[in-house]
């Protein structure tokens, strides 16, 4: 684009200024025109585009796979057989209900009842008899004692007794007499007493001296043995318990 020649003739002072601000309006619309043109042909420096020409592409022809082989069938598997233990007890058929127990019958409830208290009745019998079997052997064995005690006893009493009689003259036979003889626990004796006569007044007054002699008596083993009575008998010419 060129600027006119009109400008390079010399002009009027009033036109000058009207021509300078055309010419001014005129290269800003040239200017105007110019970047305008150019903005819209040109792209902004910020983006790039590019433009690449698509080739035409060549079908590629894949060949064709490889024939797989079939798959085989693989035989379905057979159920597990179960043991015959398990069949059976499957199999096994329900046990019948229980039958009904009928109710004890009352004449048979008493006569249990019966039976124990006989039995409870037969071992306190049997107890006791037991108990008193055994309390008589005790006093079984007491007795023999105490009977055993007292013949000593006697036998050491009667000793004392015959080695002080001084029999009389002219006795006949071997006559017996019975004396009651009372003595403290010490053995001395407080009284004689004629129970049962011989028949010989001179025997049994001999006898008695005797016993009155003999004071005190020989005491006891046990003082359970002790008698405060004592009933003595003698035959003078006859060896015999008292």
């Known amino acids: 684009m060129s600027i006119p020649a009109v400008l390079d003739r010399p002009e009027e002072p009033g036109k000058l200024a009207s021509g300078l601000l055309a010419a001014a309006v005129h290269i800003l619309l040239a200017i105007f025109l110019f970047y305008g043109v150019r903005w819209q042909t040109t792209a902004p420096d910020a983006v790039e585009v590019e ?18 082989p079939e798959p085989k069938a693989e035989p379905e598997p057979k159920p597990i057989a179960k043991p015959d233990i398990a069949l059976k007890d499957k199999e096994k058929p329900k046990p019948p209900p229980p039958k009904e127990i009928p109710p004890p019958n009352k004449m048979d409830a008493l006569k249990d009842v019966l039976k124990r208290e006989f039995a409870q009745l037969t071992n306190r019998k049997a107890a ?4 008193q079997d055994l309390a008589q052997h005790k006093a079984g064995l007491a007795a023999a004692a105490r009977d055993k005690g007292m013949r000593d006893y006697f036998a050491r009493v009667r000793g004392k007794i015959r080695g002080n009689i001084v029999l ?5 036979g071997n006559p017996e007499a019975l004396f009651l003889v009372t003595q403290l626990p010490s053995g ?5 007493r004629l129970k049962n006569s011989s028949g010989n007044p001179a025997l049994d007054a001999a006898i008695e001296r005797a016993i009155l002699k003999s004071s005190p008596l020989p005491r006891p083993d046990s003082n359970e043995l002790f008698s405060r009575d004592l009933e003595l008998r003698f035959r003078p010419l006859e060896d015999q318990p008292l």
């Open 188 to 192: 001395e004796v407080l009284s004689v």
């Open 51 to 68: 433009l690449v020409m698509a080739q035409p592409q060549v079908a590629v022809v894949e060949p064709d796979p490889a024939p797989q």
């Open 168 to 172: 009389p003259p002219g006795v006949q």
């Open 128 to 131: 006791a008899s037991a108990e």
